[in-house]
């Protein structure tokens, strides 16, 4: 079935640094745009990032520009986000959630398949 | 940066009820709105794309309507699986955003 699983996630110092990654199943990988969304606990929902399928194209949020490097390598079907210089507003869960295709193959950046998420905790 | 504005915050209601959530967007962003569901431990589920299209698998009872910068969610009739929170997601532009949340809750 199609499946996302995260991990990497951790207790880690502010200014550290942390990578997550996101091990993809039962789809074609190369053919999706993927995110990254986070949820700080007892919070709601952030986008953080968009790999796209070409493996060139990225963007960030506002928050993360700069800190964070989303990647993908297709022959092993996984994200990856590099995150450096982590805050203690950084903690959250981290989800790799799917980008929607719409019928002619074209992307809608709605998440139609989310991971379980990792918990990344930022703390002295 | 597009804010969304869910409302309520919260909603209380019972088994069988109608609900109706609110996202209101701070500029247009066409009909390039989705809902979620999250409930508790759980990662979201899109429920609504582009305004008014279920997602594959979601029951009828669901149902989205609106354009520009206004957006509603409806419930028909709330079953126990039901009562959750849930947000709207736009994807205008970049970036993309997500608003508050509204929680239905049991009265």
């Known amino acids: 079935q199609v499946q996302l699983v995260e991990s990497g996630g951790g207790v880690v110092q502010p200014g550290r640094s942390l990578r997550l990654s996101c091990a993809a199943s039962g789809f074609t990988f190369s053919t999706y745009a993927l995110h990254w969304v986070r949820q700080p606990p007892g919070k709601g929902l952030e986008w953080v990032a968009i790999m796209f399928s070409d493996g060139n194209n990225r963007y960030y949020a506002d928050s993360v520009k700069g800190r964070f490097t989303v990647s993908r390598d297709n022959s092993k079907n996984t994200l990856y986000l590099q995150m450096n210089s982590l805050r203690a507003e950084d903690t959250a869960v981290y989800y790799c959630a799917r980008s929607m295709i719409y019928s002619d193959s074209s992307p809608a950046f709605y998440f139609d398949v989310w991971g379980q998420g990792t918990l990344v905790t930022v703390s002295s | 940066e597009i804010v969304l504005t869910q409302s309520p915050a919260t909603l209380s209601l019972s088994p069988g009820e109608r609900a109706t959530l609110s996202c209101r967007a701070s500029?247009?962003?066409?009909?390039?709105l989705a809902w979620y569901q999250q409930k508790p431990g759980q990662a979201p589920r899109l429920l609504i794309h582009?305004?008014?299209n279920r997602a594959t698998g979601i029951p009828a009872r669901f149902s989205g309507s609106g354009s520009g910068t206004d957006f509603t969610l409806t419930i028909s009739s709330l079953e126990p699986e039901d009562f959750a929170i849930y947000y709207c997601q736009h994807r205008s532009n970049w970036p993309l955003t997500f608003g508050g949340g509204t929680k239905v809750e049991i009265k």
């Open positions: 500029q247009t962003v066409s009909s390039y």
């Open positions: 582009d305004a008014s």
